[in-house]
């Protein structure tokens, strides 16, 4: 009990992580649908019907006189986007709108002017004391923003674009968490969506600030057998392995249909992943439901609450389950 407690209030310290019902062969935990947390019909800011990317962070010892205890941030998917926030005292809301969202919008003079930005990613920078919020805009590039009280933001510039790799049309929809890899003075990575003409796979890049990255040319991680597309990775160490989940379909048989969860096990310099299969279902949510897409977690007292993207492309909400440590 004390190591999954320790466990899951690292990652979530570290960066935005999820987990899901079983791997197979481990004792995770069960998750049991909440509800709908965030949906654009409740929204002030809302130029279409749907929210994603929840990125999730607590704001206790951090924030000075936040507006609640923890911080979601979010965005429309399709143009204008917009990076968005939402608050709450209770992980299971009420989530509150932030007045003036969005908080990052398609146009930052003079430092850029894109269609849209959308898929943002949080995580604290205790060296520095601030907060990191990744985002892109448009999907070739990644953009880094900093800020002391999460509200008002620094533009810090470009970090990812296609450029770094060989062959690849979009760079986006990065995670970003601390961690070493052997042999590379770093104390951060970022595990990104690549579309290698028409295939989207996992790419890695690491940075020992945040700020300035280095990428691997190929693939971490290949899309799971039976499906095509994959994206939303993240990085989960779990009793002495190491895991990458990240959510995958077969777009020939279903175009932006069809998202589960799927896992597969990899090694220290994540060179290497073996897939185990899925590890959450979207017919967990309801047995009509097309999708679980970009999931994140925290934990508070001995609870595990995940938040993660429901329902069709263009309608997308922000739902939430809840499990027990067990």
């Known amino acids: 009990m004390k190591r999954t407690r320790k466990f899951f209030s690292l990652l979530f310290v570290f960066g935005t992580i999820f987990i899901t019902n079983i791997v197979y062969g481990q004792d995770l935990p069960h998750f049991r649908y909440h509800g709908v947390v965030l949906q654009a019909s409740d929204l002030k800011y809302a130029p279409h019907d749907d929210v994603i990317y929840p990125a999730v962070f607590a704001t206790e010892k951090r924030i000075e006189q936040p507006l609640g205890k923890y911080y979601m941030y979010y965005a429309p998917h399709d143009i204008p986007g917009g990076i968005c926030l939402a608050y709450a005292d209770k992980p299971e809301g009420l989530w509150k709108e932030y007045s003036e969202n ?118 971490v991680m290949d899309p799971p057998p039976e499906t095509d597309q994959t994206a939303g990775a993240i990085l989960v160490q779990w009793k002495g392995k190491i895991y990458i989940i990240a959510h995958a379909n077969n777009s020939r048989a279903a175009f932006n249909e069809g998202y589960d969860l799927y896992v597969g096990e990899t090694d220290v310099s994540l060179e290497k992943v073996q897939p185990l299969g899925k590890i959450f279902e979207r017919t967990a949510v309801s047995p009509e439901n097309p999708a679980v897409m970009s999931p994140t977690l925290i934990e508070l007292e001995g609870r595990l609450y995940m938040y993660f993207n429901i329902g069709a492309r263009l309608r997308n909400k922000i739902a939430l389950a809840i499990a027990e440590e067990q």
């Not at 509200?151 to 986006?172: C, N, Q, W």
């Not at 104390?187 to 020992?208: E, H, Q």
């Open 102 to 219: 969005p908080i990052i919008s398609k146009t930052w003079e003079p430092h850029y002017r894109v269609s849209h930005v959308s898929g943002p990613d949080v995580i604290w920078n205790e060296e520095e004391k601030k907060l990191f919020l990744y985002f892109h805009g448009e999907n070739n590039v990644t953009r880094l923003a900093s800020s002391e009280d999460g509200i008002h933001f620094r533009y810090e510039g470009e970090v990812i674009d296609t450029k770094m790799f060989p062959s690849l049309s979009e760079a986006s929809y990065g995670r970003v968490f601390r961690y070493v890899l052997p042999g590379k003075n770093n104390k951060y990575i970022m595990l990104l969506m690549g579309n290698d003409n028409g295939t989207r796979r996992i790419y890695l890049a690491w940075s020992s600030d945040g700020r300035k990255w280095e990428t691997r040319p190929k693939a």
